[in-house]
Nanobody
């Protein structure tokens, strides 16, 4: 199974973007899927996470501005970002710690994998 992030781009200060984290196989269940970001010269940091039962968690810096959600029918986790600030600039990565997916030979577990990221740039 693979995951791919999309939806990044150049956005004006105060604008909005929706990022998508799409899995290549049918997702049956998962433990936690999260979005992380890495600004230039900085360490990667957790932005938001969602559990398989829908519990969410956010970094203080994005509370009230970002919303994480999961659409199992689309095998996708979204990150809706609004009121974007300059400090939101960075590469956004999706991570899955433990995920059960369907294959032609039956369900399988995938553990601890990342996407390649999508770049978000907030400009004036």
């Amino acid at each position: 199974v693979r995951l791919e992030e999309s939806g990044g781009g150049l956005v004006q200060l105060g604008g909005s973007l929706r990022l998508s984290c799409t899995f290549s196989e049918r997702v049956i269940n998962f433990n936690v899927i999260s979005w992380h970001r890495q600004a230039p010269g900085e360490q990667r940091e957790l932005v938001a996470s969602i559990t398989g039962i829908g519990s969410t968690n956010y970094a203080d810096s994005v509370k009230g501005r970002f919303t994480i959600s999961a659409d199992n029918s689309q095998n996708t986790v979204y990150l809706q970002m609004s009121s974007l600030k300059f400090e939101d600039t960075g590469i956004y990565f999706c991570h899955s710690d433990r995920l059960l997916y369907g294959t032609s030979s039956g369900p399988r577990w995938a553990v601890d994998f990342w996407g390649e990221g999508t770049l978000v740039t907030v400009s004036s």
